[in-house]
């Protein structure tokens, strides 16, 4: 049966603005915007366990550490722990000279009173006025016309002009929200902008910051960029007001509204650190920040130690970041297919003899994970749908144990088979327990007891090629045997002197060997295959502190694995 959601009229498109000449589809983003955080307000109303003021203060001066010249501190207003929270940040000096704090307030007298009281010694301040618009809000919240709405936002920058004498010592900006901005018919947002700012006044000296917010995202990101330039073109004193975006992320599509809305002409932007904020959360600054830095411009806001950022985050707010949120999260730089881990592992091995500043062009990474204070070792998780090069990636990246190429499918088939088993990501530490069990632990069917060697040199000046004689006590499924050999070195004698008894007889047709750790630390891996009478080839690995004992080894490691 075919299933339906018709929406049936309950639902319509957005209506397009009806902009000529747009030219946002050919612009591109350059430079930072102004950034304003808004963490400490529309951020913190959206916890479950609102943060203290303590909190709040550590929360301030991480902020003011990444970068953040503008924060929004809070609605001073509303609560005594509101108000609190501001005279500390004054009273204690938390604030740097180049750094504005942000007050946010109802366009009504009372509050606005009360409001320019927290500001008592703050030097800089914006004064962030609001008042919504929307049809909606105008018909269901208030019952009001539109010139009665227009006159409440009038009325309260008139309000806020009377009260400036309680100010003296601040420099005050007036920053004014026509809110619910995206669901206001657009004309008349601008006739109430233009009310508010021809009752401010605005200069080149004085720029008044209009604030247009997606309080409700409702439109396509091509549409509300059309609101925006068409607002830019046709708001008066253009060069004396700074226009701000304040988006959310109804539609999942905050990110893509604020790129398109700078595209469009604005020159500030208003969110929170990883999105947070009411409902499906307010704009994340952290990833419109990192993406112009992806595309080569400076954010001028500092993510350079984004597991610190994330730990503060989590720790001040109690709220979780998705795994796969975007730069951020535990996840963004791990693979778990295996073509995706082959590709990663051959780039990131490229990597190693280039200039570290040259082009980033790593398959299935974006971006270099050092640029955030990442690490490769999480690059690549393992689990049943890894391929053939992950496994072996970590044992290379976290142990130094470099496979040879050829080998890779073999180790890569038992971790897969391993993680399918456990029906779970497998930890670097049980990937090499793997390792381990299966070739430098085994001593079934065949095991070393002993094993001694001394080197032939023929008489002095003679042709004969020097020899070595290897002599060992060995067991072969639990039968001991004493055996000797000559060969042209440790590993050629001892794979003589195991012809002496019933293992099956071999030829060594690949080795390969290397050094792990430095100074005294230092030890030789070998890794063999050898090919059995029957056309059958096994890999073995061993290590010893000498490269000849690490080959008779793997040797033994080949001889008894299994399959």
């Known amino acids: 049966m075919k299933v339906s959601m018709n929406p049936n009229g309950k639902y319509r498109p957005f209506e397009a603005v009806p902009i000529k000449n747009r030219t946002w589809p050919n612009n591109l983003i350059t430079k930072a915007?102004?950034?304003?955080?808004?963490?400490?307000?529309?951020?913190?109303?959206?916890?479950?366990?609102?943060?203290?003021?303590?909190?709040?203060?550590?929360?301030?001066?991480?902020?003011v550490k990444i970068g953040f010249k503008q924060i929004e501190v809070g609605f001073p207003s509303a609560s005594d722990t509101e108000f609190e929270f501001m005279r500390r940040l004054i009273e204690e000096n938390h604030v740097p000279e180049d750094v504005t704090l942000q007050v946010l307030c109802q366009a009504r007298e009372h509050l606005i009173k009360r409001t320019f009281e927290s500001?008592?010694?703050?030097?800089?301040?914006?004064?962030?006025?609001?008042?919504?618009?929307?049809?909606?809000?105008?018909?269901?919240?208030?019952?009001?016309?539109?010139?009665?709405?227009?006159?409440?936002?009038?009325?309260?920058?008139?309000?806020?002009?009377?009260?400036?004498?309680?100010?003296?010592?601040?420099?005050?900006?007036?920053?004014y929200s026509p809110e619910s901005f995206s669901t206001t018919e657009i004309d008349y947002a601008l006739e109430v902008c233009e009310a508010v700012k021809a009752e401010w006044g605005c200069?080149?000296?004085?720029?008044?910051?209009?604030?247009?917010?997606?309080?409700?995202?409702?439109?396509?990101p091509n549409q509300f960029a059309d609101q925006i330039e068409y607002f830019c073109q046709?708001?008066?004193?253009?060069?004396?007001?700074?226009?701000?975006l304040h988006?959310?992320?109804?539609?999942?599509?905050?990110?893509?509204?604020?790129?398109?809305?700078?595209?469009?002409?604005?020159?500030?932007?208003?969110?929170?650190?990883?999105?947070?904020?009411?409902?499906?959360g307010n704009l994340d600054i952290v990833t419109v920040g990192m993406n112009m830095y992806t595309q080569g411009v400076d954010p001028e806001l500092d993510f350079t130690n984004m597991p610190m950022l994330t730990e503060a985050y989590t720790r001040l707010t109690g709220m979780e970041i998705h795994p796969r949120t975007p730069y951020s999260g535990e996840l963004v730089f791990t693979a778990f297919s295996g073509s995706h881990q082959d590709a990663i592992r051959k780039g990131m091995a490229a990597r190693v003899k280039m200039e570290p500043n040259a082009y980033w062009d790593v398959p299935y990474l974006t971006f270099d994970p050092h640029d955030i204070g990442r690490q490769y070792e999480g690059i690549i998780r393992i689990n049943s749908q890894s391929g053939k090069g992950g496994a072996a990636f970590i044992m290379e990246q976290d142990y130094g144990l470099s496979l040879p190429k050829a080998m890779h499918p073999v180790f890569g088939t038992m971790i897969k088979d391993a993680a399918d088993k456990a029906q779970r990501e497998l930890k670097p530490s049980e990937i090499y327990d793997v390792f381990e069990k299966t070739w430098l632990k085994t001593k079934s069917p065949l095991n070393v007891i002993e094993i001694s060697e001394k080197h032939i040199e023929g008489?002095?000046?003679?042709?004969?090629?020097e020899q070595v004689a290897a002599m060992a006590t060995v067991e072969w499924e639990g039968k001991k045997y004493a055996v000797a050999a000559n060969g042209n070195g440790p590993l050629d004698a001892f794979v003589n002197a195991i012809k002496q008894t019933p293992?099956?007889?071999?030829?060594?047709?690949?080795?390969?060997?290397?050094?792990?750790?430095?100074?005294?630390?230092?030890y030789a891996v070998a890794y063999v295959q050898i090919t059995k009478e029957d056309g059958s080839q096994v890999w073995g690995v061993g290590k010893s502190s000498s490269v000849g004992r690490a080959g008779i080894a793997a040797v033994v490691s080949a001889l008894n694995f299994k399959a």
């Open 247 to 280: 988006n959310h992320n109804d539609r999942g599509e905050g990110v893509a509204q604020c790129e398109l809305g700078l595209l469009a002409g604005a020159d500030r932007v208003e969110g929170c650190l990883f999105g947070n904020g009411e409902r499906t």
């Open 234 to 244: 046709n708001i008066s004193d253009r060069e004396n007001v700074i226009i701000s």
């Open 33 to 63: 915007p102004l950034w304003c955080s808004v963490d400490l307000r529309d951020g913190n109303q959206a916890l479950i366990n609102p943060m203290g003021v303590e909190q709040k203060l550590e929360f301030f001066d991480l902020l």
């Open 459 to 465: 008489e002095r000046g003679g042709e004969a090629p």
């Open 503 to 522: 293992a099956p007889k071999f030829n060594i047709t690949s080795f390969n060997e290397h050094s792990v750790g430095t100074g005294s630390d230092t």
């Open 203 to 220: 200069s080149a000296d004085n720029k008044v910051i209009l604030n247009l917010p997606t309080t409700v995202e409702c439109a396509l």
């Open 119 to 175: 500001l008592k010694g703050c030097k800089k301040a914006i004064f962030h006025l609001y008042n919504s618009t929307s049809p909606s809000q105008r018909k269901y919240t208030f019952g009001k016309t539109k010139e009665e709405i227009k006159q409440i936002a009038i009325d309260g920058i008139r309000c806020v002009k009377k009260c400036l004498s309680m100010s003296e010592g601040t420099e005050i900006q007036l920053e």
